[in-house]
């Protein structure tokens, strides 16, 4: 939506009037397919990169906006999250050198958001998922100040009646429910464009879907959210779900999601999808809009189809349908929205090229690929390339093949004509996709990513993990290797040595007791895991005590064969608790003056965390005090 001023749709004069606007569009492009107005003929390229501020510490820096403003370039927009910007590329003609062009444009920006970012003591990463985000960086004063996102935020909430709900299972689950839209700022990719001619846009967009799946598996790059290993491409459900505008019930209902990949082959034209969506997408944000785009039309200048254009920002097809208008000429292109940013700017440019020549080198077969394919194959090609990334095994064509194989054997070669066929300079073709053959046969930012925070977490602290995994990403990155030479992250990282919260250091698999269970059955539980803190919780799941070593060994001198003691008789009620943005500085003189062992760390009453003493001792500068 740029920077246009959006309201929620509930003001019914512009609601009304937005209306008519948007049908008036939709029966303007259709005037402009039938009379050959759209541009045919020549095709171009470009992208959004999206990238993620960090601090010296490796963590989200929040500070985009005075970042923008150093940087002072209309390339460069505000995402949703303070730490998160966006570069908007100039379309660049299919040809020649318009790779090598579009990266050395893209490496150019991105060094003067670094330079920007450095004076204010931040830095610039790219992927999929930070993984150093945290609940606290997903708080309403992490949102950018700017009305479109407040809109946002309303009118998905509105619509959903209810908070947002996420449940995501991998090999870790993650199951939460958060008050904002902002679970999608986690969500960093590279959106790349194409146009394509109106003539050949239906069947140019089936084929988008039906590649989906396998151009997925060997670019996934965001399997961690949280601190929980979850899907390869975990930002493809994280984003269905954080701005789910879906109702639940008791009735079962058909419900079709805002975040989509489709339900079915598309026919027709461009404007079949965009009445499709109109009816099955309740309008969500309007505008005022000045100009009528049949008149526009009729006076003999290019509409720019505001109202169709803000409605389809509000819905996100995984490859969505664009009409985009100059001075002089309209166009139609396809929207790449499933790739993830980084690992690195070549990995990026590798995806975006393999991506091009597939969409370029189909054969005649592959025209009709609604014919040869069941959609169904498709789409579930999509979900588990996201699930399991170049592990996956796709349904392709009628027969069952891996993605390492159906990119090496098939789609490479495709991709290669493809690019030939367009005339981009063969040393440039085969510099790009010669990576994409490297990482099907080699891994995938998902896989350096999962190997490494298997072994760092075996042996250190959640967070020191994420902490050195996002470190080595940025060394990397930096290095500019792409990501299938990433070499293993060193057995020894760093310990702890950006921790500054309560939050960062806190044990997060907590040992809980209930008030009314047996105080025999708590303290054997102490005694057979060794667990010196246990806190103790209430029905409602709130945290209403404590139990200490001290309390199980003076049971254990009392207790007789009949005793019926529960824990709430036993434990300590007057119980001093942290919250994880609570200061490590903070913490060490309230345990040592109350002189206490432990902190259970709360959040929104809830217990998710304890910290002890030791802990928290290598912090403490003043251990005799």
Not at 77 to 105: G, Q
Not at 214 to 219: D, E, Q, R, S
Not at 380 to 387: C, G, L, M
Request: net charge negative; aromatic share 8%.
């Amino acid at each position: 939506m740029g920077n246009q001023v959006v309201s929620s749709a509930t003001d019914q004069s512009i609601r009304t009037s937005f209306i008519k606007h948007l049908l008036n569009d939709v029966k303007c492009l259709e005037i402009m397919l039938e009379e050959k107005m759209v541009e045919s003929g020549i095709s171009r390229i470009g992208a959004e990169q999206e990238l993620c501020l960090i601090s010296k510490n490796y963590r989200p820096q929040n500070n985009a906006d005075e970042i923008l403003k150093d940087i002072n370039d209309p390339h460069f927009t505000n995402e949703l999250a303070l730490y998160n910007l966006e570069i908007n590329l100039d379309p660049l003609v299919l040809k020649d050198d318009c790779f090598d062009e579009m990266e050395k444009h893209l490496r150019t920006f991105l060094n003067k958001a670094s330079t920007a970012a450095a004076k204010r003591e931040a830095y610039v990463l790219l992927t999929g998922i930070l993984p150093t985000i945290s609940k606290t960086e997903l708080s309403l004063q992490y949102m950018t100040p700017k009305p479109r996102y407040r809109s946002l935020n309303e009118m998905m909430r509105g619509a959903r009646g209810t908070d947002f709900h996420l449940h995501i299972k991998g090999v870790d689950e993650l199951s939460i429910t958060h008050d904002s839209v902002l679970m999608e700022a986690c969500n960093t990719s590279f959106q790349m464009h194409l146009q394509v001619d109106p003539d050949d846009f239906i069947s140019s967009y089936n084929w988008a879907q039906a590649i989906a799946g396998p151009v997925l598996g060997v670019c996934a790059n965001s399997p961690l959210l949280l601190g929980r290993e979850l899907w390869n491409e975990t930002r493809i459900a994280l984003f269905q779900q954080s701005i789910d505008t879906r109702q639940a019930s008791y009735a079962l209902k058909d419900q079709i999601s805002r975040v989509s990949f489709g339900e079915h082959w598309e026919t027709g034209s461009i404007t079949d999808i965009y009445k499709n969506e109109i009816a099955q997408h309740k309008i969500l944000l309007s505008r005022e809009i000045q100009t009528d785009s049949l008149k526009e039309l009729k006076q003999g200048r290019i509409p720019k189809l505001e109202a169709l254009n803000v409605h389809n920002g509000t819905i996100y097809r995984w490859n969505r349908p664009c009409y985009g208008a100059t001075k002089d000429s309209a166009h139609l292109r396809i929207e790449n929205r499933y790739i993830p940013a980084g690992p690195t700017v070549i990995d990026q440019m590798a995806n975006f090229a393999f991506w091009v020549g597939l969409m370029k080198g189909r054969t005649v077969a592959h025209k009709e690929i609604h014919k040869h394919m069941d959609f169904a194959d498709a789409k579930s090609n999509f979900i588990k390339a996201a699930r399991n990334g170049k592990a996956s095994v796709m349904t392709w064509r009628g027969r069952q093949v891996s993605v390492k194989d159906l990119v090496t054997r098939e789609l490479l070669p495709m991709a290669f004509d493809g690019l030939s066929y367009m005339k981009v300079n063969p040393e440039t073709s085969e510099r790009l996709l010669n990576i994409i053959d490297a990482r099907a046969v080699g891994q995938t930012g998902a896989q350096w990513s999962i190997r490494n925070y298997r072994k760092l977490k075996s042996t250190t602290r959640k967070d020191d993990a994420l902490l050195a995994l996002t470190k080595y990403m940025y060394r990397n990155q930096k290095e500019d290797q792409p990501i299938h030479e990433w070499p293993e992250i060193p057995d020894h990282p760093p310990t702890h040595e950006h921790a500054t919260q309560v939050g960062h250091i806190m044990s997060t698999r907590v040992f809980t007791v209930q008030e009314d269970d047996l105080a025999e059955l708590a303290t054997q539980l102490m005694l057979w895991k060794n667990i010196h803190h246990v806190p103790v919780e209430n029905e409602k799941g709130e945290i209403c005590g404590l139990l200490t070593w001290t309390h199980m060994q003076r049971f254990f001198e009392r207790e007789s064969k009949d005793s019926i003691e529960t824990v709430g008789d036993i434990m300590a009620t007057d119980v001093f608790t942290a919250y994880p943005e609570l200061s490590i500085s903070e913490a060490i003189p309230v345990m040592k003056k109350h002189e206490i062992g432990c902190l259970p760390v709360l959040q929104d009453k809830h217990l998710v965390g304890i910290v002890t003493i030791k802990d928290i001792q290598q912090y403490d500068t003043d251990p005799v005090a």
